[in-house]
Structures are given as C-alpha cells and as structure tokens.
T-cell receptor, first 115, second 110 residues
C-alpha cells in the first residue's frame, strides 16, 4: 500500500466553524507533513511531525492546529479561518531518515473553501 | 521565500517533442527532487538527485544538477499528451524541509 489518503476531498466552511482534515498512511512512514497550496502556486510547508512529535512549524497561525494521534494518522484542526485560507491542503509522508531528505508521498488533497 | 525558481513558467509543445524545464535554488542543498501535479491534485514524485550527483535518468526523464550554478534541469523526451501537468522542483536542505519552486506548466498537444 503506497497510498496517502486524505478526507474529505472538498470542504466548505464558514469563518466561525470548526472542522478537521484527516490524513492516513500505512507505509510505515514516521514523518508526516501538511502543505498548503494556493491556485497556480507551489505547495508551502506548514507542519512536519516526526515519530508523532511536532518537528517543524513554519510560523503557521494558531487557527490551524495539527495533531498526530499515532504513526499512521495526521489531523489538521481548523477554527475561525479567514477567506484567504481557502486553498488545497496536502498531506504527505516520508521515511524518517532525516539526514537524507527522503522523497515525499502525497495524498490527493482537501480543497478547502472558507466563506 | 521560495527556495527554487523555475523557468519557463509555461511550456506548450507538440507530442513527440522534448520538454526541458529549469530550476534554480538559493542555498546549499542535500538533494533536489522533481514532482508532477495533475489538475491541482496530489503531487507525484518523479526523481531525486543528490548533491554529489550530476545526472540521473529514469525512463523518459533526465535530470541534471549543477551545484556551482545552483541549478537543475528536467528533460522529458518524446513527450505525450498524458505528460500535460505542472512540474515542480523541490530542494531539500537537510532534514525535513523540502521547499518547492514556482513550477512549470507543461501542455503537450496531441
């Protein structure tokens, strides 16, 4: 199984809503990532978890709250988002060989619209 | 700021032609990777070249790396309509930080 599964595929939410994005992989990867991608732009790194511990937070606003409950799951909790947060949110995983910068396996993303 | 910049931003070619995309980056890297993205969905890893390598091949793909110029190129030979996608270079400076370039949108006309 070389898949990273993201749910939901599409999400529309109001600025006062609380929602969560979910990501799952069963490749035994111990590093998991959240990227944000605006239309016609490259993905931007948000968070990295290594062995279920937060390793990188790229100064992301606190209205985005990541969680890694176990080695296969990664969540992104959303609260009080702004319309400019509308984007494609991509989850990725990699083997945990930090020194080598391993290739990333991406999910198909959640297209988020904030109204 | 982005680590990598790519050119051209967009490329339109006929099926059977070769497509070349270039990438430049700003700081020393551990490796450089190329990814493909169809229609704004998930990215697919194509090839990884390490800082001590100069050239790498995978099927119809050829990647070169020039660390002295901080640049890389991706060549797709004998392109097909199915190669139509956005292509991103991504530089890894060590550890978990893989930063993507602006991307090249390739359109292959049948």
């Amino acid at each position: 199984d070389t898949e990273v599964t993201q749910t939901p595929k599409h999400l529309v939410m109001g600025m006062t809503n609380k929602k969560s994005l979910k990501c799952e992989q069963h490749m035994g990867h111990r590093a998991m990532y959240w990227y944000k991608q605006k239309a016609k732009k490259p993905p931007e790194l948000m968070f990295v978890y290594s062995y279920e511990k937060l390793s990188i937070n790229e100064s992301v606003p606190s209205r985005f709250s990541p969680e890694c409950p176990n080695s296969s799951l990664l969540n992104l909790h959303l609260h009080a988002l702004q319309p400019e947060d509308s984007a494609l949110y991509l989850c990725a995983s990699s083997q945990e060989r930090q020194a080598f910068g391993e290739k990333l396996f991406f999910g198909s993303g959640t297209q988020l619209s904030v109204l | 700021s982005q680590q990598g910049e790519e050119d051209p931003q967009a490329l339109s070619i006929q099926e059977g032609e070769n497509a070349t995309m270039n990438c430049s980056y700003k700081t020393s890297i551990n490796n450089l990777q190329w990814y493909r993205q169809n229609s704004g969905r998930g990215l697919v890893h194509l090839i990884l070249i390490r800082s001590n390598e100069r050239e790498k091949h995978s099927g119809r793909l050829r990647v070169t790396l020039d660390t002295s110029k901080k640049s890389s190129s991706l060549l797709i030979t004998a392109s097909r309509a199915a190669d139509t996608a956005s292509y991103f270079c991504a530089s890894n400076t060590g550890g978990f930080k893989t930063i993507f370039g602006a991307g090249t949108r390739l359109f292959v006309k049948a």
